[in-house]
């Protein structure tokens, strides 16, 4: 399948710092996603991404469609404790009907 | 956003047994579904991608005879795992692209996953 480099695998912040993780591919995405999944449940949207260049917030969260559209970004400003959780990016791959996800971010916040 | 909704949230069965997983859009018509399987600690593998009224497309390494896929209308896919075994539990997720207020939309939203544990 389809390679999706997500970075870094885990961090440990303080309540208080911005995050940043990305996702970079060698192919193509029409469409690039972010997701957050607490311990047990399915993956909840954050954020979508429609066209390169794109840069999208929702809230304290703000996501990036790179210009190549081979990569996304996603930033959370001013972490609390209750962003812990794994965050995962898919992208959903040009001329294909299906989306790859990344391996995770996995974000401890320490208060 | 958009609801969809999975049942059961758990199951526990015995080896041998099958095991049905019930995926549902709430509150939208979902033409495309996709089912998961995600091991502890390890990102969303797909499984296979069902359009409604058709046969599921399986993803390589994926027996389509074990894990059966019906997708009978546009707001339900269910996933039969049959005869189970231990080496299948695991988390099961759903997820469903379709359309939002009329207008086909590349957003894909998931289901609470179901937790199958096979004795």
């Known amino acids: 399948g389809q390679q999706l480099n997500q970075s870094p695998q885990s961090m440990f912040i303080q309540e208080g710092e911005d995050v940043s993780m990305n996702c970079t591919s060698s192919?193509?995405?029409?469409?690039w996603l972010w997701y957050k999944q607490d311990p047990g449940e399915g993956p909840v949207l954050l954020i979508a991404?429609?066209?390169?260049?794109e840069l999208t917030s929702n809230g304290r969260l703000t996501a990036q469609f790179g210009i190549t559209r081979k990569d996304s970004f996603l930033n959370i400003s001013a972490s609390i404790p209750s962003d812990v959780g794994i965050y995962f990016c898919?992208?959903?791959?040009?001329?294909?009907?299906?989306?790859?996800f990344g391996s995770g971010t996995k974000l401890n916040v320490k208060p | 956003g958009a609801v969809v909704s999975q049942h059961p949230s758990w199951v526990i069965c015995k080896s041998g047994t099958s095991v049905k997983i019930e995926c549902r859009s709430l509150?939208?018509?979902?033409?495309?579904m996709f089912w998961y399987r995600q091991f502890p600690k390890q990102s969303l593998m797909l499984m296979a991608t069902?359009?409604?009224?058709?046969?599921?497309?399986?993803e390589q390494g994926v027996e389509k005879d074990k894990f059966l896929i019906n997708h009978a209308s546009l707001t339900l896919s269910t996933l039969t795992v049959t005869s189970a075994h231990p080496e299948d539990s695991s988390f099961y997720i759903c997820?469903?692209?379709?359309?939002?207020?009329?207008?086909?939309?590349?957003?894909?939203?998931f289901g609470e996953g179901s937790r199958l544990t096979v004795l």
């Open positions: 997820s469903a692209k379709g359309h939002l207020g009329g207008a086909t939309t590349g957003e894909l939203f």
């Open positions: 192919s193509i995405f029409n469409t």
């Open positions: 991404l429609y066209k390169a260049g």
């Open positions: 898919a992208g959903l791959l040009y001329n294909f009907n299906k989306f790859y």
């Open positions: 509150d939208f018509q979902a033409t495309t």
């Open positions: 069902s359009n409604e009224g058709s046969k599921a497309t399986y």
